[in-house]
C-alpha cells in the first residue's frame, strides 16, 4: 500500500508484530482489517454475537491498527521532518535487542479487552520509556484544544495531568501498561456478551507461540480521522 505521508495528520510509534506473522494475521483478523494493507478482513466467529455487532464492539481499536502504543498519536513539531523521525526511530531501535514477551493473556482494562502481559515487564517498558523521552522533541506540544479533549476523555489523577502536559500522553513512563486493544469501550455491554468476547480471545490467541519484541513500527494518520496505516518497522539491534 502506498500512502502520501507529506501532509500526514499524525504519526505514532507502537508496538507491531510484523506483517505475515501469525501474531500479525491473529490481531488483524481479529480487528477485521489489516493496517499494512487496509484490506478489510473476516473476523473469527463468535458464538452469541452477530457479525455486525462484532465490527462494532472492535471498531475503536481497528481504526488503529493491530498495535500496542509506545508514543502516542502525535503531530510533528514544526520544522521536524519525517526523514528525522524515521533517524530517531532507527537510533532507537538500534540500541535494543529482540526479546520474547511474557505471555499475553486478555484482561480487562477499565472499560475494555485487552492483551496484557503477564510477569516481568522491565524490558517492555524500557522501550516505551525511550520512544517517550527520545521522541518528544520531534512532536509539536499539544494545542489547549487538545489538551482539554484528551482530559476529558477519563478522570485524570494529579501526576497523570503531569504527565500529559509533560509528554503528550498522561499514560506513560511510571503510568505506562503495555496492552493490545481487544475492544473498544464496553461500558451498557451486557455480560454475557463481554464473557463471550473474553473467551473468544483467549482462545483464538492462546495456542499462539511466545509473541517476539523485536522492532519498532511507525504509523500514520493520512489525514484527521482517518484510519492508522504501517508505514515502516524498525528491527531492533539494526
Given amino acids: 500500500m502506498t500512502i502520501d505521508l507529506s501532509n500526514a495528520h499524525r504519526f505514532a510509534v507502537y508496538f507491531a508484530p510484523p506483517p505475515g506473522s501469525a501474531w500479525w494475521e491473529a490481531g488483524s483478523r481479529?480487528?477485521?482489517?489489516c493496517a499494512a494493507t487496509n484490506d478489510v478482513l473476516t473476523q473469527p466467529t463468535i458464538d452469541g454475537i452477530t457479525p455486525e455487532q462484532q465490527r462494532q464492539l472492535?471498531?475503536?481499536?481497528?481504526?488503529y491498527g493491530w498495535h500496542a502504543t509506545l508514543k502516542?498519536?502525535?503531530?510533528?513539531?514544526?520544522?521536524?521532518?519525517?526523514?528525522d523521525l524515521r533517524e530517531a526511530l532507527r537510533a532507537?531501535?538500534?540500541?535494543?535487542?529482540?526479546?520474547?514477551?511474557?505471555?499475553?493473556?486478555?484482561?480487562?482494562?477499565?472499560?475494555?479487552?485487552?492483551?496484557c502481559?503477564?510477569?516481568?515487564k522491565h524490558a517492555i517498558n524500557a522501550v516505551a520509556s525511550a520512544c517517550v523521552t527520545q521522541l518528544n522533541d520531534l512532536a509539536a506540544p499539544l494545542s489547549s484544544d487538545e489538551l482539554e479533549r484528551r482530559r476529558r476523555m477519563g478522570t485524570l489523577s494529579t501526576q497523570e495531568d503531569a504527565l500529559l502536559v509533560r509528554w503528550g500522553y498522561p499514560y506513560v513512563l511510571e503510568r505506562y501498561r503495555f496492552h493490545l486493544s481487544l475492544t473498544?469501550?464496553?461500558?451498557?455491554?451486557?455480560?454475557?456478551?463481554?464473557?463471550?468476547?473474553?473467551?473468544?480471545?483467549?482462545?483464538?490467541?492462546?495456542e499462539l507461540p511466545p509473541c517476539p519484541f523485536d522492532g519498532l513500527a511507525l504509523f500514520a494518520e493520512p489525514s484527521k480521522a482517518?484510519?492508522?496505516?504501517?508505514?515502516?518497522r524498525w528491527w531492533f539491534g539494526k
Avoid: C, H, K, Y
Wanted: proline share 5%; hydrophobic share 50%.
Fill in 30 to 33: 481479529w480487528l477485521g482489517r
Fill in 58 to 63: 472492535t471498531a475503536d481499536p481497528r481504526r
Fill in 72 to 83: 502516542a498519536p502525535f503531530v510533528l513539531s514544526e520544522g521536524v521532518g519525517l526523514d
Fill in 92 to 115: 532507537i531501535a538500534a540500541s535494543f535487542t529482540a526479546f520474547d514477551m511474557p505471555t499475553l493473556q486478555v484482561r480487562r482494562l477499565a472499560d475494555f479487552l485487552a492483551l
Fill in 117 to 120: 502481559p503477564e510477569g516481568d
Fill in 184 to 206: 473498544g469501550n464496553l461500558q451498557g455491554v451486557d455480560a454475557r456478551t463481554v464473557e463471550r468476547l473474553e473467551q473468544a480471545a483467549q482462545a483464538w490467541f492462546g
Fill in 226 to 232: 482517518a484510519d492508522f496505516v504501517l508505514v515502516e
